[in-house]
């Protein structure tokens, strides 16, 4: 049976988010390939995997192996570090969908998605959960003190995908 798993703020190609964010690689190559091999042992290929938003900051070849080489159906909720993942056509197709926004139903449950937090959404007081990234571990952080949000930034996550169930335990 095939799974839903949510990521954010890979900046796969950014080699200055490893100092941004005090992330724990050697290099831009090293970060690159450890979080490829992560991806890909827990997400397998008829997965679906939402990206909310700021997948690459690269050139237009690294996205394309990055689209060709990881597991799983990507979806994309646009972030503010898109240029080079939509620019090309060829790359924008090989993505499953792109919006700004969505709304899924997993297991009865309304989860709203978004590349940046936000203080209300749909049915938030239904018990909806809203997913974000944008905030970085080392970055100005927004406390989470509103129910039923959770940043799916990498960097909170092993820098690899995860699951909502994963998300609410």
């Known amino acids: 049976m095939s799974k839903t798993f949510f990521?954010?703020?890979?900046h796969w190609g950014h080699r200055n988010i490893i100092r941004f964010s005090n992330r724990p690689f050697d290099s831009i190559e090293d970060m690159n390939q450890e979080m490829i091999?992560?991806?890909?042992s827990k997400v397998g290929y008829d997965d679906t995997v939402?990206?909310?938003?700021d997948f690459a900051i690269s050139n237009t070849k690294l996205v394309k192996y990055l689209l060709t080489t990881l597991n799983g159906n990507i979806h994309l909720c646009k972030g503010n570090h898109e240029k080079s993942l939509l620019k090309p056509a060829h790359c924008r197709g090989m993505l499953k969908e792109v919006v700004d926004y969505k709304?899924?139903?997993i297991d009865g449950t309304l989860v709203c998605l978004m590349h940046y937090p936000i203080e209300t959404w749909n049915k938030k007081h239904h018990g909806s959960i809203h997913?974000?990234?944008?905030?970085?571990?080392?970055?100005?952080?927004v406390v989470n003190t509103i129910p039923n949000r959770y940043n799916?930034?990498?960097?909170?996550w092993n820098?690899?995908?995860?699951?909502l169930e994963e998300i609410i335990t």
């Open 7 to 10: 990521i954010s703020d890979t």
């Open 103 to 105: 709304e899924l139903t």
């Open 159 to 163: 820098y690899e995908p995860v699951t």
């Open 50 to 53: 939402w990206h909310l938003g």
């Open 37 to 40: 091999r992560r991806w890909n």
């Open 152 to 156: 799916v930034n990498c960097e909170f």
């Open 131 to 141: 997913l974000h990234g944008h905030v970085h571990v080392d970055s100005e952080r």
